[in-house]
């Protein structure tokens, strides 16, 4: 069972999401997946991913955040004006909507356990901040994600101040995507407080699964090492992935999986199953 949700925020913005479920083995679990920069619940594995995690028991949801800049035909980058004026605090806000709709039971199913947060990329780093405020997660899985969200040279955030943004090309759409200057100052503004993630990983209440792959050229792997050196090394694992990158060799349009990464997800999820009770 799939559905579609159009959510409204606590800030009144448009979450697009999708759940997926299979009630007959339906085992009170539930699972949120996280998107990354530049991207959205439909892109690759977004899909493929919820239909594994619902066929291992969990009710599973993708959303998009309501900044991320796909629109209503859910594929394309048609919100550039809303996707210069995003900020990290405002997905960790979204994320935080998703869970206490979840455990409200909006979406009219009972979750009997705490809550799994898989999050991608930009969307790793999200969900660690994000359950580290929380008592309702009981586990945290990053892929390929950012240690750290000031990426930018003294340079570039001199010339960003001066235009009032700042210019990026999607490589895949080349599309010129800008970024406005309300994104640094919420990095610079919350970089020692609610943005920082050596304090949130020292506060994290719930085990931690780390997957990076060995060649990922837009997250190096030390990157998530350095995540793995501020986590409680007793109840976090780290997977490296060799031969793969920031994907995991999963191309978009979606055109199959592959082994590396069904033992990605496989690992994944026994992580979730021995750490969801």
Not at 123 to 129: D, E, I, Q, T
Not at 204 to 223: K, M, R, S, T
Request: some cysteine.
């Amino acid at each position: 069972m799939i559905k579609e949700f159009n959510l409204y925020s606590s800030k009144g913005n448009k979450l697009r999401t999708s759940c997926f479920c299979e009630e007959n083995i339906f085992s009170g679990r539930a699972l949120v997946f996280v998107h990354g920069f530049k991207g959205f619940k439909d892109w690759g594995f977004g899909h493929y991913l919820g239909e594994y995690f619902s066929k291992r028991g969990f009710f599973t949801i993708t959303f998009n955040f309501s900044h991320n800049g796909v629109g209503d035909d859910l594929f394309e980058f048609i919100e550039l004006d809303k996707f210069a004026r995003n900020t990290i605090s405002l997905e960790i806000s979204e994320l935080n909507d998703i869970i206490n709709f979840l455990k409200n039971g909006f979406f009219g199913i009972e979750i009997s356990k705490k809550i799994a947060i898989l999050g991608h990329s930009r969307g790793g780093a999200v969900s660690l901040l994000t359950a580290a405020g929380r008592n309702d997660v009981g586990a945290v899985a990053a892929w390929a994600s950012i240690s750290k969200f000031d990426r930018y040279s003294n340079r570039q955030k001199t010339e960003w101040r001066k235009k009032g943004y700042f210019e990026i090309v999607n490589a895949r759409t080349k599309q010129k995507m800008r970024l406005n200057v309300e994104l640094l100052d919420d990095i610079e503004k919350n970089s020692a407080c609610s943005l920082n993630q050596e304090n949130a990983l020292k506060n994290l209440n719930c085990p931690l699964f780390i997957a990076h792959g060995d060649q990922d050229l837009a997250v190096p792997i030390a990157e998530g090492e350095q995540i793995y050196s501020w986590a409680d090394k007793t109840r976090t694992e780290f997977y490296k992935v060799y031969g793969t990158g920031h994907t995991f060799d999963i191309v978009h349009p979606f055109n199959g999986s592959n082994e590396k990464f069904e033992k990605l997800l496989n690992k994944t999820a026994h992580f979730f199953e021995k750490n969801i009770n």
